[in-house]
């Protein structure tokens, strides 16, 4: 019987998508067989049949777990992290053994024992609470600044008179929801936080993608204009994933290419069809459907209608 790994190992689920599906009571051994039996013949992918389902029986895109507060996963209820300063458990190594690093006494493996040392406090350490509404805030934050970046860019992106529309869409764009992090601390103790936000997610209706080269580079000079408008991001350029809808067809165009020459004779560039039109990029295993977009679940941004 599969397991939950098995269809994000696939790409068949991401993890949003599996929480959906555990709130609706759906198992890794029957969500298969529950999707084909649905609506048979219709073209959807199974992801795409938990979001329908889960808006359709739950009124949202987005998981909910009560449980998943600081308060009920705390190991400790004190108001501020635990865990020591790295410099300081290196500041005590150095002084309990009497050496400056780089000098002839520099003993061989120091620095593998004070990596030693920090991975037994991280495992004995308890995470208390103000340790876990910490890294809450923090993923709130990210999300609010991804926001923020994404608005801007909407903003020149507007500018070109090609662009019709700017949608937001993805984990930007959603209520965030509590899970299990990447990182190890908080996935060994299995506590959930809030999503971290990876990628800004943002549909252009455009009439032509002439100027995709434009748009990259548009990225590129906000990357280095966030600080100036308050924004406090260490992100790179091609976090922005710019997908271009053809607003006479609705055809998906592809996706706006961050290299900065078109081809750049790699691999993704081997793919068919990418580079037909310059600087639009083609990935086969991202099937994109505008029509899946809805008030529910994406911001409008920019509309040269009148709205923004």
């Known amino acids: ?32 067989a529950e999707f084909q039996q649905s609506r048979p013949g219709e073209n959807r992918l199974l992801l795409e049949w938990v979001e329908d389902l889960a808006f359709e029986k739950l009124g949202r895109y987005h998981p909910v777990d009560e449980k998943a507060t600081p308060e009920d996963q705390q190991q400790h209820p004190a108001e501020h992290s635990l865990l020591r300063d790295p410099g300081e458990v290196m500041d005590d190594y150095l002084r309990d053994h009497c050496f400056v690093p780089g000098s002839d006494d520099e003993p061989e493996d120091w620095y593998s024992e004070v990596g030693r040392r920090l991975e037994e406090i991280e495992i004995f350490t308890p995470a208390s609470y103000g340790e876990i509404h910490g890294e809450d805030m923090a993923m709130l934050r990210r999300q609010s600044d991804f926001r923020k970046a994404a608005t801007l860019l909407a903003k020149k992106l507007g500018e070109m008179e090609e662009v019709l529309s700017v949608v937001l869409f993805g984990s930007v764009a959603l209520p965030l929801w ?5 990182f190890a601390r908080m996935r060994h103790r299995r506590i959930k936080i809030y999503h971290e936000c990876q990628n800004i ?21 906000l990357v280095s204009e966030l600080v100036d408008h308050d924004i406090h991001l260490s992100i790179a350029h091609h976090l922005f994933c710019l997908h271009l809808i ?24 081997r793919v068919p069809g990418c580079g037909a039109k310059k600087f639009v990029q083609i990935l086969p295993w991202f099937h994109f459907k505008p029509e899946r977009l809805n008030p529910h679940n ?10 923004s």
């Open 298 to 307: 994406s911001l409008v941004l920019f509309d040269r209608g009148g709205r």
């Open 201 to 221: 997610d943002l549909a252009l209706r455009v009439t032509h993608a002439a100027r995709a080269e434009a748009m990259r580079k548009a990225c590129a000079r």
């Open 1 to 32: 019987m599969p397991a939950w790994a098995f269809f994000k190992n696939q790409g068949l689920l991401s993890e949003r998508h599996v929480l959906l599906a555990e709130e609706l009571g759906l198992t890794p051994g029957g969500i298969e």
């Open 178 to 182: 509590k899970e299990v992090p990447r």
């Open 246 to 269: 053809d607003a006479g067809t609705d055809q998906y165009l592809g996706m706006v290419c961050h290299y900065n020459q078109c081809p750049k004779h790699k691999e993704p560039c």
